[in-house]
Nanobody
Framework: QVRLVESGGGSVQAGGSLRLSCAAS????????LAWFRQAPGKGREGVAA???????YYADSVKGRFTISQDNAKNTLYLEMNSLKSEDTAMYYC??????????????????WGQGTQVTVSS
């Protein structure tokens, strides 16, 4: 069992920045994948970024060049650095984890473990 706890959400004006953190109780496996998802009211859960234990990463087209996913293995912590935020980035953000590389790293169906989420609100 992996426990994930997100933090760092908040309210920011368009063009601003936030850094989300996700503390993991442990990584599931030597070959693990971690990801950030988001869900806006009335919409489905959307993959934002994912990173593997090897350092490979994937990004949704909507956030490429603005968001950066990273991890601190010593702290068992996943990060999402979000810059140039837009109103359409407003959502609840969740981190997720699984062992082994998923066929579709940005699909929510691929992940076993989820955090409770942290709200990000971007005002224009």
């Amino acid at each position: 069992q992996v426990r994930l706890v997100e933090s760092g959400g908040g309210s920011v004006q368009a063009g601003g920045s936030l850094r989300l953190s996700c503390a993991a109780s442990r990584y599931t496996d030597s070959d693990y994948w971690l990801a950030w998802f988001r869900q806006a009211p009335g919409k489905g859960r959307e993959g934002v970024a994912a990173i593997g234990s090897s350092g490979s990463s994937y990004y949704a087209d909507s956030v490429k060049g603005r968001f950066t996913i990273s991890q601190d293995n010593a702290k068992n912590t996943l990060y999402l650095e979000m810059n140039s935020l837009k109103s359409e980035d407003t959502a609840m953000y969740y981190c997720a984890a699984r062992g082994s590389e998923p066929p579709f790293p940005l699909s929510p169906l691929a992940y076993n473990y989820w955090g409770q989420g942290t709200q990000v609100t971007v005002s224009s």
